[in-house]
């Protein structure tokens, strides 16, 4: 079975949107707009030289994609704390909808619709996802209260390679999640809805 856990909505801390220059000494060391500038995926130094993650990017910032991506990790393998696996391959990147609004209300709902494709998948022990909204302020907008959603997606097995390929079938279900959403809802790019581009 393909395990799904979401956390409570985080309001312990958040997210601004561009970054603001104070966050930079943080770890967050630039803003890349990749939803407006998508050559710059392959420079984003967390996923650089791992060609899964940016051809993932690039289709999740494509422009009739109705996500975007706002942030991500580096892309980690390491031994696994799960009981009966040995290894473990994860990443966790931040997504939001491109159209302004949808991130007031819309990420509840987008939990109930991955959670339900997941029940449509074929069963696997080896992936799981961890989802969880983030508090969000959109600051070209003077949005401070908003939202948008950390995915991790983890995959497990007794070798490294087992676990990335695990790794792998998850991120390729995520991506065709995306995809499908998109294609759904992609008149709503064309209404004149302010976006965060």
């Known amino acids: 079975m393909i395990t799904l856990h979401i956390e409570p909505i985080n309001t312990s801390s958040g997210l601004g949107v561009p970054y603001q220059p104070s966050m930079a000494s943080g770890g967050m060391t630039e803003y890349f707009d990749t939803k407006r500038n998508p050559a710059c995926i392959p420079k984003i130094r967390e996923v650089q030289n791992k060609k899964f993650l940016i051809n993932f990017l690039q289709k999740l910032n494509f422009p009739t994609s109705l996500f975007r991506s706002v942030r991500c990790e580096r892309f980690c393998e390491c031994e696994s704390e799960m009981e009966g696996f040995l290894r473990k391959a994860h990443w966790d990147f931040t997504f939001a909808f491109e159209i302004v609004e ?91 809805l302010p976006t965060i581009s």
């Open 102 to 192: 949808f991130n007031h209300s819309g990420h509840p709902e987008f939990q109930n619709i991955f959670e339900q494709y997941l029940a449509t998948l074929p069963a696997s022990a080896r992936v799981h996802y961890e989802l969880e909204i983030i508090q969000t302020s959109y600051n070209d907008h003077n949005i401070n209260r908003s939202f948008s959603q950390d995915l991790k997606i983890f995959g497990y097995g007794q070798s490294e390679r087992e676990a990335k390929d695990a790794f792998l079938r998850g991120l390729k279900d995520v991506e065709n999640l995306f995809a499908r959403e998109s294609t759904k809802w992609s008149n709503q790019l064309t209404l004149g």
